[in-house]
């Protein structure tokens, strides 16, 4: 069964303080890694997809990394509309279910 | 707006009341996905769509709840019976019908429904 863990649960940084969120992941025959953003009472916004080990992805202030077991966020100086839940989710070969992670909370402190 | 949209955005219930909730997906989607979400934790698979066949259902989905998707369009999701454990965002999404790529989720804002 594929499983998505995210670390840390929590993240408070100031504004310009540079940091990485983690996704761990385990797989069967990985499809795809996506990044969301998520603000509060609102649905989760698309960021990212990650395909194979040693991509990476950019945006703005963001950029996601992948190996073989796990992704990182990586947040450069944020801003404090960076401020958001980054979820991590999974989509396998076999199957069209997204298996999410719990989610980070970050806080950008101006 | 050509995105997801869901209503109603808000809605309380009475515990044992029916309830029910529409999607609307980007209109070139022909995959609709509902999930679930609770406060601290991400997304949960409900079920799944492909047109308007129904192509999978967590085996978790109580048979309380059940979905539609007539003529591969819009979608409805029903809860009968609501229960407190019922209260929750329920979100949901599309994605493009073809296989390029791992067909990226497109979230709509979500219904929030709250049993008392």
């Known amino acids: 069964e594929d499983q998505v863990t995210q670390s840390p649960e929590a993240l408070r940084l100031q504004e310009g303080e540079s940091s990485s969120l983690n996704c761990s992941y385990t797989?069967?025959?990985?499809?795809?890694l996506f990044w969301y953003r998520q603000d509060p009472g609102k649905g989760p916004e698309f960021l990212f997809t990650?395909?194979?080990a040693g991509e990476e992805k950019e945006k703005e202030r963001l950029k996601a990394t992948l190996t073989k077991k796990e992704s990182f966020l990586h947040i450069t100086a944020p801003k404090p509309e960076d401020s958001a839940t980054y979820l991590c989710?999974?989509?396998?070969?076999?199957?069209?279910?997204?298996?999410f992670g719990p989610g980070t909370r970050l806080s950008v402190l101006p | 707006d050509t995105g997801v949209s869901q209503d109603p955005r808000h809605k309380i219930t009475k515990r044992g009341q029916n309830v029910t909730f529409r999607c609307d997906p980007i209109s070139e989607h022909n995959r609709l996905y509902w999930y679930r979400q609770t406060l601290g934790q991400g997304p949960e698979f409900l079920t799944y769509f492909q047109n308007e066949a129904q192509l999978e259902k967590s085996r978790l989905l109580s048979d309380r709840f059940s979905a539609e998707r007539p003529k591969g369009s819009f979608s409805t999701l029903e809860i009968q019976r609501t229960e407190q454990g019922d209260s929750a965002m329920y979100l949901c999404?599309?994605?493009?019908?073809?296989?390029?790529?791992?067909?990226?989720?497109?979230f709509g804002e979500g219904s929030r429904l709250t049993v008392l």
């Open positions: 797989v069967s025959g990985l499809r795809g």
């Open positions: 999404a599309s994605s493009p019908g073809t296989d390029r790529g791992a067909g990226e989720l497109f």
């Open positions: 990650l395909y194979s």
């Open positions: 989710a999974v989509r396998d070969n076999y199957g069209q279910n997204f298996v």
